[in-house]
């Protein structure tokens, strides 16, 4: 105490209270300040997910098809990619907005001990500046080649995951983790590089700070020596100075971590800032009432299509066709004919390049989409049965169904009985897509939810493939006896059905009002079972003649 003088005990006790309630705010002010940017964060994360599974939702059949677009790609930007917006709010924001108050504090304290001092302790600054701004580029580029690397990995994963039926049964494990070690590789090589220039640009950040403090002393010696600064307002500035120098390091090692993380978030955004083709150019809902219900009237005239993927390859090559309303018409022909697709360009799943496509003498486009789908009713080979319960299933799109419709629409599609004797009944949960059901109770479900839509247009396309032939009648006659073709599916009420069946089992269709055969994307033969098997050279009768003389054998 020797060396302090009279006041000293006072001046220091009354700096420590100060210290010591500055440090009691410091807790109070940092468990606010996180409070408020982890829920920033989180509400950013959550808006930008929401934006982007919405734009991912909207976007036409065609966009799907792109290789970019895999369900892996897809998932990692809307799940994995915006959670960096979390990170980089919650976590990073408030350290960065800490270290930039703490810098603007000591910039303003030094300047008013001695100008002089400031001006030397800052001279310095742009080289850190340089140095900083050097590792910002680096760490841009390195993290999105390491994120285009990880892509890879991820579309394996979900991949061998959602097929491992496939997978394991053409014993293409071993294989699966070689693409995946060499998708593996990729980034560690990438990230064994740029390992090596990070840690030469945080030396060049480091060298240049410590010469910082090199020529800060220098200055001190000469200020004092001609008398600009006393000791004393040397060493406070000296001291606010060293107390900002963890800030700037800090901030130069966070700037470069927050941009790689932004740099992440490029894809998604690219997604975000896609506007897609069909609803853009839609007509508005309001243009419909919402009871109204179409007749069911179909048209196809000179229709000619090309896959957005194959745009050189054409399917549909003036295809035309004409149905009437409550019409039962079946549509045949050689795999790759272009069956599937006439249904995909009336559901407006693509656009044709040429020729228009209407129903009840309206073209497609004029109808607002979402209102137009809900009129027609598709089954597909391939059900695609959600991880639901079965009432959630056959109810799916129609959430007001009562569960008195529901095992109704389950009796038509003949799964009632099947539904009835499982322990869980309707509320069986049937697994990822249906896996824990068989192909024809999967076919049954899905067109129990389709009848219970009551379509004007009902679509199946193979949707009866998986049934053995008595359960595929009692289907098909259920509902020929509720009315398909002649009246709606499952009400006694004077609106029409169409219904357009593909089928390859030509049994399936022989009670058609009109059977089409379809070849190379054009309709080469129309008319009636009858009139068609008469036709001796024609198309149908020779796949009627093959198929019955193969059940023969
Ligand atoms: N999404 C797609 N992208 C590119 N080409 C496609 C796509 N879907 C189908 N194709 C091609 O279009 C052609 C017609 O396919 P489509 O599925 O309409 O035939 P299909 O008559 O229904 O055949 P199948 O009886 O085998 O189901 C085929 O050559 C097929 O390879």
Same mark, same amino acid.
């Given at each position: 105490?020797?060396?302090?003088?009279?006041?000293? /005990?006072?001046? &220091?006790?009354?700096?420590?209270?100060?210290?010591?309630?500055?440090?009691?705010?410091?807790?109070?002010? @940092? =468990?606010?300040?996180?409070?408020?940017?982890?829920?920033?964060?989180?509400?950013?994360?959550? @808006?930008?997910?929401?934006?982007?599974? *919405?734009?991912?939702?909207?976007?036409?059949?065609?966009?799907?098809?792109?290789?970019?677009?895999?369900?892996?790609?897809?998932?990692?930007?809307?799940?994995?990619?915006?959670?960096?917006?979390?990170?980089?709010? %919650?976590? !990073?924001?408030?350290?960065?907005?800490?270290?930039?108050?703490?810098?603007?504090?000591?910039?303003?304290?030094?300047?008013?001990?001695?100008?002089?001092?400031?001006?030397?302790?800052?001279?310095?600054?742009?080289?850190?500046?340089?140095?900083?701004?050097? /590792?910002?580029?680096? +760490?841009?580029?390195?993290?999105?080649?390491?994120?285009?690397?990880?892509?890879?990995?991820?579309?394996?994963?979900?991949?061998?995951?959602? @097929?491992?039926?496939? &997978?394991?049964?053409?014993?293409?494990?071993?294989?699966?983790?070689?693409?995946?070690?060499?998708?593996?590789?990729?980034?560690?090589?990438?990230?064994?590089? #740029? %390992?090596?220039?990070?840690?030469?640009? /945080?030396?060049?950040?480091?060298?240049?700070?410590?010469?910082?403090?090199?020529?800060?002393? *220098?200055?001190?010696?000469?200020?004092?020596?001609?008398?600009?600064?006393?000791?004393?307002?040397?060493?406070?500035?000296?001291?606010?100075?060293?107390?900002?120098?963890?800030?700037?390091? #800090?901030?130069?090692?966070? =700037?470069?971590?927050?941009?790689? +993380?932004?740099?992440?978030?490029?894809?998604?955004?690219?997604?975000?800032?896609?506007?897609?083709?069909?609803?853009?150019?839609?007509?508005?809902?309001?243009?419909?009432?919402?009871?109204?219900?179409?007749?069911?009237?179909?048209?196809?005239?000179?229709?000619?299509?090309?896959?957005?993927?194959?745009?050189?390859?054409?399917?549909?090559?003036?295809?035309?066709?004409?149905?009437?309303?409550? $019409?039962?018409?079946?549509?045949?022909?050689?795999?790759?004919?272009?069956? %599937?697709?006439?249904?995909?360009?009336?559901?407006?799943?693509?656009?044709?390049?040429?020729?228009?496509?209407?129903?009840?003498?309206?073209?497609?486009?004029?109808?607002?989409?979402?209102?137009? !789908?809900?009129?027609?009713?598709?089954? $597909?080979?391939?059900?695609?049965?959600?991880?639901?319960?079965?009432?959630?299933?056959?109810?799916?799109? @129609? #959430?007001? +169904?009562?569960?008195?419709?529901?095992?109704?629409?389950?009796?038509?599609?003949?799964?009632?009985?099947?539904?009835?004797?499982?322990?869980?009944?309707?509320?069986?949960?049937?697994?990822?897509?249906?896996? $824990?059901?068989?192909?024809?109770?999967?076919?049954?479900?899905?067109?129990?939810?389709?009848?219970?839509?009551?379509?004007?247009?009902?679509?199946?396309?193979?949707?009866?493939?998986?049934?053995?032939?008595?359960?595929?009648?009692?289907?098909?006659?259920?509902?020929?006896?509720?009315?398909?073709?002649?009246?709606?599916?499952? #009400?006694?009420?004077?609106?029409?059905?169409?219904?357009?069946?593909?089928?390859?089992?030509?049994?399936?269709?022989?009670?058609?009002?009109?059977?089409?055969?379809?070849?190379?994307?054009?309709?080469?033969?129309?008319? %009636?079972?009858?009139?068609?098997?008469? +036709?001796?050279?024609?198309?149908?009768?020779?796949?009627?003649?093959? /198929?019955?003389?193969?059940?023969?054998?």
């Amino acid at each position: 105490m020797a060396y302090l003088g009279t006041d000293a /005990q006072r001046i &220091v006790g009354k700096y420590s209270v100060i210290l010591f309630l500055v440090g009691f705010l410091t807790f109070f002010s @940092n =468990i606010f300040q996180h409070y408020i940017y982890g829920l920033v964060g989180e509400r950013a994360m959550n @808006n930008l997910r929401e934006a982007l599974f *919405s734009v991912v939702l909207r976007s036409e059949v065609g966009w799907f098809e792109e290789p970019r677009n895999s369900v892996g790609f897809l998932t990692a930007r809307v799940v994995s990619d915006t959670s960096m917006i979390k990170t980089v709010i %919650s976590d !990073r924001m408030s350290v960065i907005v800490q270290c930039i108050s703490s810098i603007l504090i000591a910039t303003v304290l030094s300047t008013a001990v001695n100008w002089r001092m400031a001006l030397a302790v800052y001279a310095m600054m742009p080289c850190h500046l340089i140095a900083g701004l050097v /590792q910002v580029r680096s +760490a841009k580029g390195f993290a999105t080649d390491v994120s285009t690397s990880h892509q890879k990995l991820i579309s394996l994963t979900s991949e061998a995951v959602s @097929n491992i039926r496939t &997978v394991a049964s053409f014993v293409q494990e071993e294989e699966i983790l070689r693409k995946a070690d060499l998708a593996l590789q990729e980034p560690m090589r990438t990230i064994r590089m #740029e %390992s090596i220039k990070y840690g030469a640009l /945080q030396g060049v950040a480091l060298c240049l700070w410590h010469m910082t403090h090199a020529v800060q002393l *220098s200055c001190t010696i000469a200020l004092i020596g001609k008398g600009l600064a006393t000791f004393e307002n040397c060493v406070r500035s000296y001291q606010t100075f060293a107390l900002t120098v963890p800030s700037i390091t #800090e901030l130069w090692t966070l =700037i470069p971590m927050v941009m790689s +993380a932004l740099a992440v978030l490029d894809p998604a955004l690219d997604i975000l800032d896609r506007e897609t083709q069909i609803i853009v150019l839609d007509v508005p809902k309001a243009s419909h009432d919402e009871e109204d219900r179409i007749v069911g009237g179909v048209a196809f005239e000179g229709v000619s299509f090309s896959y957005p993927s194959r745009a050189k390859v054409t399917i549909l090559d003036g295809f035309s066709l004409a149905i009437e309303p409550g $019409q039962r018409v079946a549509l045949v022909g050689p795999s790759g004919a272009g069956k %599937s697709t006439v249904f995909a360009l009336l559901l407006r799943f693509y656009e044709p390049s040429q020729g228009r496509v209407l129903v009840d003498s309206k073209d497609i486009r004029d109808y607002n989409l979402k209102w137009l !789908r809900r009129q027609i009713g598709l089954v $597909q080979q391939e059900p695609i049965l959600f991880n639901l319960s079965i009432r959630e299933n056959i109810g799916y799109g @129609n #959430e007001g +169904a009562s569960e008195a419709e529901i095992v109704e629409a389950a009796t038509e599609a003949n799964i009632h009985e099947f539904i009835s004797g499982l322990s869980a009944g309707y509320g069986t949960v049937v697994g990822d897509k249906g896996s $824990q059901l068989s192909g024809g109770q999967k076919q049954r479900i899905a067109i129990a939810r389709t009848i219970l839509k009551k379509p004007a247009i009902l679509l199946l396309d193979e949707a009866t493939s998986a049934l053995d032939g008595e359960s595929e009648r009692v289907v098909m006659s259920s509902l020929a006896a509720k009315g398909w073709g002649k009246s709606g599916i499952g #009400e006694a009420s004077s609106s029409t059905t169409t219904s357009i069946t593909i089928a390859h089992r030509l049994s399936t269709v022989a009670n058609a009002d009109v059977i089409v055969v379809m070849e190379k994307g054009a309709v080469v033969e129309l008319g %009636s079972h009858e009139t068609l098997v008469s +036709a001796s050279n024609g198309v149908y009768s020779r796949m009627y003649r093959v /198929q019955v003389k193969g059940a023969k054998d």
